[in-house]
Nanobody
Framework: QVQLVESGGGSVQAGGSLRLSCAAS????????MGWFRQAAGKEREGVAR???????TYADSVKGRFTISKDNAKNTLYLQMNNLKPEDTAMYYC??????????????????????WGQGTQVTVSS
């Protein structure tokens, strides 16, 4: 089990940037598929981006070209760089982890419910 803690959320103007961080208390991210998810008020949780154990990344179409997911295995920290933020990005953002024994479909093909460990979330609010 991995304990995850998000930080870096806040309120910004449209077009601004934020960098979210997700710190793991015990284990390195090397053996995990890591993902960022978000949930807006009254809506279902959706995937934003994920990074596999080999460093490969995938993104939701809505954030491609604007968001970048990365990880620092030495620091056990996951990041989400968010640029050119839009009001539609307003949501609670969560990081999550699932054990990944093999790179590939088990990460990018994973469903939201396949992720075992979740952080408490950090709020991102984008004003127009």
């Amino acid at each position: 089990q991995v304990q995850l803690v998000e930080s870096g959320g806040g309120s910004v103007q449209a077009g601004g940037s934020l960098r979210l961080s997700c710190a793991a208390s015990k284990y390195t991210y090397s053996n995990y598929c890591m993902g960022w998810f978000r949930q807006a008020a009254g809506k279902e949780r959706e995937g934003v981006a994920r990074i596999d154990r080999d460093g490969s990344t995938t993104y939701a179409d809505s954030v491609k070209g604007r968001f970048t997911i990365s990880k620092d295995n030495a620091k056990n920290t996951l990041y989400l760089q968010m640029n050119n933020l839009k009001p539609e990005d307003t949501a609670m953002y969560y990081c999550a982890a699932r054990v990944s024994l093999l790179s590939g479909v088990y990460c990018y093909g994973a469903r939201v419910t396949d992720f075992h460990d979740w952080g408490q979330g950090t709020q991102v609010t984008v004003s127009s």
